[in-house]
Nanobody, 124 residues
Framework: QVQLVESGGGLVQAGGSLRLSCAAS????????MGWFRQAPGKEHEFVAA????????TYANSVKGRFTISRDNAKNTVHLQMNSLQPEDTAVYYC?????????????????WGQGTQVTVSS
């Protein structure tokens, strides 16, 4: 069993930055990839970023590439999402998720545990 708890969401002006964190409980954190997804009101669940088991490989949605950075600290069982140059269209609930494998994946079916989500609101 794995529990994921996100933190770091909030309200920020356009152009600002936020850093989301996800703390994972349970064993063998370094045995699986991690990802971030988001869902805006009235929109579908959307992949944001993923990182493989070691942190050596990352992948991003085109909409956030160059602005967001995913990282992980296996010693602390945490994964982070640094979000820079935020825009109003980034407003959403952001979810941390544990992948079923060690490799980063971009589809939600590749994940088996999810956090409760943290709200990010970007004002114009």
């Amino acid at each position: 069993q794995v529990q994921l708890v996100e933190s770091g969401g909030g309200l920020v002006q356009a152009g600002g930055s936020l850093r989301l964190s996800c703390a994972a409980s349970g064993r063998s954190f370094s045995n699986y990839a991690m990802g971030w997804f988001r869902q805006a009101p009235g929109k579908e669940h959307e992949f944001v970023a993923a990182i493989n088991w070691s942190g050596g490989r990352t992948t991003y949605a085109n909409s956030v590439k160059g602005r967001f950075t995913i990282s992980r600290d296996n010693a602390k069982n945490t994964v982070h999402l640094q979000m820079n140059s935020l825009q109003p269209e980034d407003t959403a609930v952001y979810y941390c998720a544990k992948a079923r494998s060690i490799w980063e994946v971009t589809t939600s079916t590749g994940y088996d545990y999810w956090g409760q989500g943290t709200q990010v609101t970007v004002s114009s």
